[in-house]
């Protein structure tokens, strides 16, 4: 089986990172977490947002791709990548905290165990590798957001969601850096 891209390998390996957490496992069930890769996705179609549309699949998260900077030059023999990721969130429910079951649910409580979990980036992301490579992740931190409920929105209209209710939780950069050489094609 051919390896893995770095990035898919680094989007996965944030998902990794979040299910890692007992806070956010006990938060988002594993139904809810719509995943745009293959990878142990209980959503794994083409639009797996669109699927997770059922009421008694909240709270979701989704963690989205937001491009970055590449950097050739980063040293005389390395290249940086760097990859922007958001982490939404959609509880159904526009109340930010509430007790339900015993249990404090709603954005904030979402939004809290992404955080904590993302405190343990290194001990999941390092120990990644490509091209037989440890380590090829070399940062990875918080990005400022913005709180706000998303509203409902226009096919025109640029949204990684079009349904109201989606919150952003977390933004980070991801940096990567290779060997110049290693990427190379083959």
């Not at 980063?74 to 958001?86: I, P």
Request: aromatic share 12%; hydrophobic share 40%.
């Amino acid at each position: 089986m051919p390896e893995k891209d770095p990035l898919t390998k680094c989007y996965e390996g944030l998902w990794s990172v979040l299910e890692a957490s007992n806070a956010f496992t006990a938060l988002v069930p594993a139904r809810c977490r719509v995943k745009y890769t293959d990878a142990g996705a209980v959503l794994a179609t083409r639009y797996p947002e669109r699927d997770a549309r059922q009421p008694d699949k909240y709270p979701q998260v989704a963690i989205v791709a937001e491009g970055g900077p590449t950097d050739t030059y980063w040293s005389s023999d390395g290249t940086r990548v760097g990859a922007y990721f958001q982490i939404w969130v959609r509880t159904g429910d526009r109340r930010l905290c509430y007790l339900q079951d015993g249990i404090y649910q709603g954005v904030f409580p979402v939004q809290w165990a992404i955080l904590r979990a993302m405190m343990n980036w290194k001990a999941v992301l390092a120990p990644l590798t490509w091209g037989g490579v440890a380590g090829f992740i070399t940062h990875c931190a918080p990005d400022d957001r913005k709180e706000k409920i998303e509203p409902p929105r226009t096919e025109e209209q640029k949204a990684p969601f079009k349904d109201a209710g989606w919150t952003l939780a977390w933004q980070g950069k991801v940096d990567m850096w290779f060997q110049s050489s290693t990427l190379l094609p083959t």
